[in-house]
Structures are given as C-alpha cells and as structure tokens.
C-alpha cells in the first residue's frame, strides 16, 4: 500500500501499545493540522497499521478525542498538585498554595494549546456519553475548589470560587491561545497574567 509514492510499512503492536500509539499520533495530528485535520484514515497511516486497527480501542473520533481531553485533564490535575507540593510557600500560605494552583492551570493550558482545546470541544459536552472524561475534569476542579477550603473559605462556597477562578483562567486562556490579545497586551503578558490570576482568585 502506498500513499505520495511512499510505502507504508505495517507495525505490529501488543493491545496496550497500540491504544497509547494511537492517543500519541492523534495529539500529533491535532497539534499540526487541528481536529479537523484529524481522521481515523489518516490516523491508522500515521501509526502504521491498519484503517480497521483504530476502531478496536476507539469506536468513533469523538471517542478518540474523548481519549485525549481525559488524559489531558488527569495530567493537569497531576501539574498542579506537583506545583504545589513542590512549593514551601505553598505549604505555609492556603494563598500562596491558591495562587500557585492558578498559576499552574494557567500555565498547563497556554503550553498545550492544541490539547485544552480538545479538553472543551463541544462534541465532548455529553455527560452521560463521556462519563470518565467528566469525572476527570471535575477531579481537576476539584483541586481549586480544594486550595480555596485550605485559603479559609467554607466548602459550599468554595465549589462556586473554584468555578468562577476557573472561569477566569479559562476566559484568559482561550484568548491567548487563539491570538485575541492585541499586541501591547501581549507585550505585558508577566504582568497581565499576575493581573488575571490575582483577579480569579480574589
């Protein structure tokens, strides 16, 4: 089989490697070409294997791409608890632990652009259809929710801080990444950020 003139060599894989190849490919796809520029075809061709390979792990791409906001919800959850574990600040400030929880779910999400984006594709919005990607994302929240119990605030509230601090983050975030800002406010961005942080945890 051939494709561009270029053989494509068949690779053998064990269950668990291919699934990981898979996910691995897709996030590549997705980082050079978008999800549109994601298919199943094209996918098997990156990986080497066979068009029908896919579909024994992923039934479909909004399954695949369910795949991949899981993962990416679960490794920002990991990247902010690591910051803050990491921090001796942290760990004698409740708000210096909340402004480092900020910082690090700014951070995850301006760095893996094309990953948070998946992580919010509409598609992916069905609770009952993508129930472990929900539970991940709530276990992500989760943890904000958490820094503001520990900053003093009581628990039936801090669920509602956590999602406006959430809101606030998101709201920066997704402008960045898709080149709203203007230029001058790019320029400044050490300081914007300190502005938006401090803002979404207020």
Not at 83 to 99: C, N, T, V
Not at 127 to 155: I, K, M, N, S, Y
Request: glycine residues 6%; neutral net charge; aromatic residues 6%.
């Amino acid at each position: 089989m051939s494709r561009g003139g270029k053989k494509i060599q068949r690779t053998s894989y064990h269950h668990g490697d291919l699934r990981q190849a898979l996910l691995d490919a897709a996030r590549e796809i997705i980082a050079e070409a978008g999800v549109e520029g994601l298919s199943m075809r094209e996918l098997a061709r990156r990986v080497g294997v066979s068009y029908g390979a896919p579909h024994h792990h992923f039934s479909e791409k909004d399954s695949l791409l369910a795949a991949i906001a899981t993962e990416a919800f679960a490794e920002l959850r990991a990247q902010v608890l690591a910051r803050i574990e990491a921090s001796a600040a942290a760990a004698a400030d409740p708000l210096a632990r909340l402004e480092l929880a900020a910082r690090a779910y700014l951070d995850f999400a301006t760095s893996e652009r094309s990953r948070y984006r998946v992580m919010f594709l509409p598609v992916l919005r069905d609770r009952q259809r993508f129930v472990e990607l929900h539970q991940t994302g709530g276990e992500a929240l989760a943890v904000l929710g958490e820094a503001f119990v520990a900053a003093g605030v009581p628990a039936g509230a801090a669920k509602l801080r956590a999602v406006a601090c959430w809101s606030t983050l998101h709201g920066y975030a997704v402008l960045a990444n898709d080149d709203f800002l203007d230029e001058a406010s790019m320029g400044e961005r050490a300081a914007l950020e300190r502005t938006i942080i401090a803002t979404a945890i207020s």
